[in-house]
């Protein structure tokens, strides 16, 4: 960091900028704390991996861009080659009041880095928050819910939140987004992973069509007393979402699935229903049957495609 910043500016810097992390899929990525100070987000989810706090609709505590910018480029004198700049709050980064102008500044120094948001996508349906969200080349959203009911009790969403709003503003926002649009859905036991929710899940995916779905549970402590899901779950509920939706299984952390011994037949008849992520063929296939799922590449009876850093194999 340069030595001509004072300490107080290099204490916000560091608690502004994280990072860079290494990531498989991102490369080297720097994130941008929004809301370093505390919890500032519309939701109170009870998966939150930070303390139960009261919905905001707006931010109290708001950094300056000047600020922030400050951060970024002590952390670009630092650090070089970041592949992914990432937007992220301790609670929803789109709150943040100069969202529009922030990026602005990022896009004017970032060099050849991507920008990436990670938000919880309360607030697409706000014209002034597609119009910043449209200039990143990631974006991605959260949904965990399809109806109000779910959204109340998992996402513990602030009064001014309509889930049909959420709904209405990703189908519009997708309309004019150029870059890549990742849904996340996060589960929870017991409490969104019902037939009801997860089928009219599928039926807004299928019309709002988003470059990848990942689906996960819980990694860290929860908030509130909850329950996630193992992979083995999470597989399982994958398949009951239409074949042609991209899912992606984030979580692999637990598993009691035996990998298996697969035909050269019935490796194209799983992978004609449904591509797998190569970490689920990690998973699912034994040693043999990997190797068979190389040999079937080379022979041109599957091919891999990579869909936002994530390959999967499929059949051509
Ligand atoms: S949206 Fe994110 S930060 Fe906000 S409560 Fe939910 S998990 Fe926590």
């Given at each position: 960091m340069p030595n001509n910043l004072n300490t107080q500016d290099q204490a916000l810097s560091s608690k502004i900028i994280f990072g860079p992390v290494n990531s498989r899929r991102f490369g080297k990525s720097l994130g941008i704390d929004l809301s370093p100070s505390k919890k500032q987000c519309n939701f109170d989810c009870l998966y939150c991996e930070l303390k139960p706090a009261k919905t905001v609709d707006s931010y109290s505590d708001v950094l300056s861009v000047e600020n922030i910018i400050t951060a970024l480029k002590n952390a670009f004198a630092k650090h070089q080659d970041i592949d992914v700049i990432t937007l992220t709050a301790n609670g929803e980064p789109t709150l943040y009041p100069y969202l529009d102008e922030l990026i602005d500044e990022i896009d004017r120094l970032k060099g050849d880095a991507k920008t990436l948001i990670l938000s919880n996508?309360?607030?697409?349906?706000?014209a002034e928050v597609q119009k910043a969200l449209l200039k990143l080349d990631t974006v991605k959203l959260s949904l965990d819910c399809a109806n109000a009911q779910c959204l109340k009790k998992l996402d513990r969403a602030s009064k001014s939140i309509d889930i049909e709003n959420i709904k209405r503003g990703m189908l519009a926002f997708k309309e004019i987004y150029k870059g890549a649009l990742i849904v996340e859905v996060l589960f929870v036991k017991n409490i969104n992973d019902d037939a009801q929710n997860i089928s009219g899940l599928n039926e807004y995916l299928l019309k709002l069509q988003p470059s990848r779905i990942d689906i996960g549970s819980i990694d860290r402590p929860p908030a509130y007393d909850v329950k996630g899901l193992n992979y083995d779950a999470l597989l399982k509920l994958s398949k009951q979402f239409d074949t042609r939706l991209p899912i992606y299984i984030v979580s692999r952390k637990i598993t009691k699935i035996k990998a298996e011994n697969y035909s050269d037949d019935e490796i194209l008849a799983t992978l004609a229903n449904r591509p797998l992520a190569d970490e689920d063929i990690a998973i699912l296939f034994d040693k043999e049957s990997q190797k068979r799922v190389k040999e079937l590449l080379n022979r041109g009876k599957l091919k891999k495609i990579e869909n936002e850093g994530i390959f999967f194999y499929a059949t051509p």
């Open positions: 996508g309360a607030t697409i349906d706000k």
